[in-house]
Each structure stands twice: as structure tokens, then as C-alpha cells.
């Protein structure tokens, strides 16, 4: 049998091929979150669900995920962790498979929870990963499979529209119960045994999370760091379709689709933001991303209105796409690698505090967004996005200025 202690010192480093799947897994995984996003519209009509509770789509899939993230995750400091997520995988593809069935609101409503809840099996392979990694790699490796997971979720709204636009939104969900099943035989057969080395028991598991999180400088800060480039990434993707289906633009769901393939590109920043984490250069790395997330949003507001000159900013907007998943998806990694060197014996729990606080900050995103574009129009849109990211840099300069004090202290 394949076993892996719960250790961080290991003769062997995880391999190219490992890596891959991982990267490919997390990324099929965290796509069933985003997949209803596009398809809002023909769900809510096919189940009867009213304009006003439509949102509960979208809404209950994100409960489902921080609740797993605060409840689930912490597991994999508990429990063998291929198990678990096996488990978990087998879960998310019995929902998929309730809400492609689904013909009534309650039914679907109930699927989505579960498939947010299921879902987080994606953050305990991120951990997993980590432990199988030599530590001067180890930030290498995590960026690799962040990699994949972004691009499940840049790619999962996309794919969605244009399955859903070919046969129809069924189609999408019980495709996803498929592709998660085979997900999850994969990861069976190829994943090693990982015991942690814990006695604890999951109460006190639990009420360990506030421990860490009180006793964490480095969670707080880079949670934070995160909840501002991730809420303006929600507010971004969801304000931005709006504003390309307006008659501005008068993009169509498939040009909307193909847009946001485009902006996927930012993903590319990953693997670079670990190699610079790796040579010791986690806080000017940090500070680029911020400004990346600073930048997305003032070049929009540089685009020519005409219409004559519509495509210049059609091409402009596509630039700050880019732009904005560069650095969410740099910070990510930055994160992740700085929080995985406190200790293996806490990593999924640091992990699952982690991502839950700068969900946190992506709800908040999406929702003051939407409501900022309805009320006050683009441009104002645009502003509030620009200040998620500009909050996290003047926060980062308090780092900065602490890091320089320390330097100057004579040894």
C-alpha cells in the first residue's frame, strides 16, 4: 500500500505528472461552483422560480462551499485524506446529478447547497499537494495546481453558456456529475494514503480555527490581502457581462463566452508568483499583484465612449480582464504558499480559514457591484472595484514599513 506519513521532510519530490492531475482536478472540481452563474436565467424558468429568488441559485452553491470550507476542510488535518476526498467527490456528483434532474426550485435549490458542500474537496487536494512537495518547491508546485483551479474557474462560466447555448442546461450538469465521477476513480486509484499524525478531535478541531486565526498574523494579513483582489474579481465578472450585453457593446452570450476564454489568459501568472515565493520574494510579488488589481480597473475607465471606437474598447476591457486574473491568480499563490510553511499539522485548517474569509470578500464584491452599476452606472462600478485592491495595498504598506523598521534595527 501507498502510504504517506504526515511529514515535511521527503526524499523524493512530487513528480510533473502529479502535479498535472491535481492541477486538472482541482480545476474540474471548482468549476461545478460557477457553472449556474451564466445559466441563471433558464434554470429559474424551468423550475419556476421567481425574478427575485433567482439569486438563491448562485447564493446557496457559495453557502454550501464556506460552510464546507469551515466544517470539511479542517478534516484533512484529521482524516486519511484520499478518503476524504473521494468521499467528497462522490458527493458533488450525486448533486450534480439531482440539479440536472431538477424540475422544481426547492429540488435544485437543495442540489446547489449540496454541490457547494461537495465541492470543497478541491481544498484538500491544494494542501495535499503541498505535503507531497519538497519545501524549496513547494511554492512551484501550489502554483501549478492554483493554476488549474483558476482555470476552472475562468473557464466553467464560458463552457457553460456555450454547452447550454449547443443542447441545453441539463446537458451541463449532469456532464459535470460525469466528468466528477471520473474525477474521483482517478484520484482513488493515483493519489497515495495520507494519515495525518492528530489526536485531536474534531470539536476541538473546530474551535481551533479562531485559534489559528487570532494567533496568525500571516492568515489575517494575506486572507485580507486576498479579500480584496477576490472581491474585485467578483465584482469584475459579474457587472462586466452586463455591461458587454448593453448596447454599448450588444455582445452576445456567446461573445460574452468568448470574452471571458480571453481573460483567462491571466492565469499564466501562477507558476511565476510560486518561483518568486520560493526565492524569498513573497512581499514586492505581493504588492505587484495588488497594483495589477489596481490597474484592471483604471484602464476602463480610460476607453473612448464612441461608438466609432467601440472596438478599441472592447480590446481595452479584454487588457484589464487579463490584467485582474494576473494578479488574483499571483496573490493566490502567494498566499497559499506563505500560510502552507506554518506547519503540515495545520495546513488544511489554515487552508479552509483562508479561503473562507476571502469568499467572504468575493460576495461582498459581487453583490455591492451589481448593486453600484443598477444604481450609479460603469463608471462607478468601476471605482468601487479599484478600491478593493487599493484598500489591500494601503494595508500592504503597513507590512512594508514593518519589514523595512526591521531591517534598519541594528543585530
Known amino acids: 500500500m501507498n502510504h504517506t506519513e504526515d511529514k515535511d521532510i521527503k526524499e523524493q519530490d512530487i513528480s510533473p505528472g502529479m502535479v498535472m492531475l491535481l492541477a486538472v482536478a482541482t480545476g474540474l472540481i471548482v468549476a461545478n461552483l460557477y457553472y449556474a452563474q451564466t445559466l441563471v436565467g433558464p434554470i429559474s424558468a424551468a423550475t419556476g422560480l421567481s425574478a427575485e429568488a433567482a439569486g438563491l441559485i448562485v447564493t446557496l452553491t457559495q453557502i454550501g462551499y464556506t460552510i464546507g470550507l469551515l466544517f470539511i476542510v479542517p478534516l ?5 485524506n484520499r478518503r476524504l476526498i473521494f468521499t467528497g467527490l462522490l458527493f458533488t456528483s450525486a448533486m450534480l446529478v439531482i440539479a440536472a434532474f431538477s424540475t422544481s426550485a426547492w429540488l ?5 447547497l449540496g454541490i457547494g458542500l461537495g465541492s470543497v474537496a478541491a481544498q484538500i487536494i491544494v494542501p495535499f499537494a503541498a505535503h507531497l512537495s519538497k519545501e524549496a518547491t513547494r511554492g512551484h508546485t501550489v502554483g501549478k495546481v492554483v493554476s488549474g483551479l483558476l482555470l476552472g474557474i475562468m473557464l466553467a462560466r ?8 449547443a443542447t441545453n442546461w441539463h446537458v451541463v450538469f449532469g456532464g459535470a456529475a460525469l466528468i466528477v465521477l471520473v474525477v474521483a476513480l482517478i484520484l482513488r486509484a493515483r493519489l497515495p494514503e495520507r494519515v495525518p499524525v492528530s489526536s485531536i478531535t474534531y470539536p476541538a478541531l473546530l474551535a481551533s480555527l479562531w485559534h489559528l486565526f487570532a494567533t496568525t498574523p500571516v492568515l489575517r494579513r494575506r486572507a485580507a490581502y486576498h479579500a480584496g483582489l477576490f472581491g474585485s474579481f467578483s465584482l469584475f465578472w459579474t457587472v462586466t457581462p452586463l455591461m458587454l450585453a448593453d448596447p454599448q457593446f450588444h455582445l452576445s452570450q456567446t461573445g460574452i463566452a468568448i470574452f471571458a476564454l480571453v481573460g483567462m489568459a491571466g492565469a499564466v501568472a501562477s507558476p511565476i508568483a510560486g518561483r ?4 524569498g520574494h513573497t512581499l514586492t510579488a505581493t504588492a505587484a499583484a ?4 489596481v490597474i484592471a480597473f483604471a484602464l476602463p475607465m480610460l476607453a473612448p465612449e464612441s461608438a466609432a471606437m467601440r472596438n478599441v ?21 502567494l498566499g497559499q504558499r506563505a500560510i502552507f510553511s506554518l506547519g503540515a499539522h495545520v495546513r488544511s485548517r489554515l487552508n479552509g480559514v483562508y479561503f473562507a ?18 444604481a450609479h452606472g460603469w463608471h462607478a462600478a468601476l471605482l468601487t472595484g479599484m478600491a ?3 484598500l489591500a495595498l494601503m494595508y500592504w504598506m503597513t507590512e512594508y514599513a514593518a519589514h523595512t523598521s526591521a531591517q534598519r534595527k541594528p543585530v
Open 76 to 80: 484533512g488535518d484529521l482524516l486519511e
Open 108 to 112: 435544485f435549490l437543495v442540489a446547489a
Open 158 to 165: 464560458p463552457v457553460a453558456s456555450l454547452v447550454a447555448d
Open 276 to 279: 518568486l515565493a520560493d526565492a
Open 290 to 293: 495588488l497594483a495589477l488589481g
Open 313 to 333: 474598447s472592447l480590446g481595452i476591457l479584454v487588457v484589464a480582464s487579463i490584467v485582474l486574473d494576473m494578479g488574483v491568480a499571483a496573490n493566490l499563490v
Open 357 to 374: 474569509l476571502f469568499f467572504a470578500g468575493g460576495a461582498l464584491g459581487s453583490a455591492l457591484g451589481g448593486w453600484m452599476y443598477a
Open 388 to 390: 478593493f485592491p487599493g
